[in-house]
């Protein structure tokens, strides 16, 4: 059985940083690339970074762009979303996922349960 466990939400102020962790278990980490996705309430699910299987090609939305850095370290199986800066347009649920190397959520097959983040401004 598939798990992602996201971690390391929670509600910080305009223009500090977070980092949020995703534990992946049951299948081969190493296998996949590793997406993030936030939602603001009443609005799509909406791409924020991805990493490739090895770590060394990354994506990102232009909104976030030279404020989060995503990264993996697949011997612990976890894949990272070090944000900084943060904007109260930051505020979402975070959500990684396991799958291809893309922007659409259809890239991807496996879903955690999400992570709160909230920034006041």
């Known amino acids: 059985q598939v798990q992602l466990v996201e971690s390391g939400g929670g509600l910080v102020q305009a223009g500090d940083s977070l980092r949020l962790s995703c534990a992946a278990s049951?299948?081969?980490?190493?296998?996949?690339?590793m997406g993030w996705f936030r939602q603001a309430p009443g609005k799509e699910r909406e791409f924020v970074a991805a990493v490739n299987w090895s770590g060394g090609i990354t994506s990102y939305t232009d909104s976030v762009k030279g404020r989060f850095t995503i990264s993996r370290d697949n011997a612990k199986r976890t894949v990272y979303l070090q944000m900084n800066t943060l904007k109260a347009e930051d505020t979402a649920v975070y959500y990684c996922?396991?799958?291809?190397?893309?922007?659409?959520?259809?890239?991807?097959?496996?879903w955690g349960q999400g992570t709160q983040v909230t920034v006041s401004s």
């Open positions: 049951g299948l081969t980490f190493s296998g996949y690339a």
């Open positions: 996922a396991a799958g291809r190397h893309g922007k659409n959520p259809s890239d991807y097959g496996h």
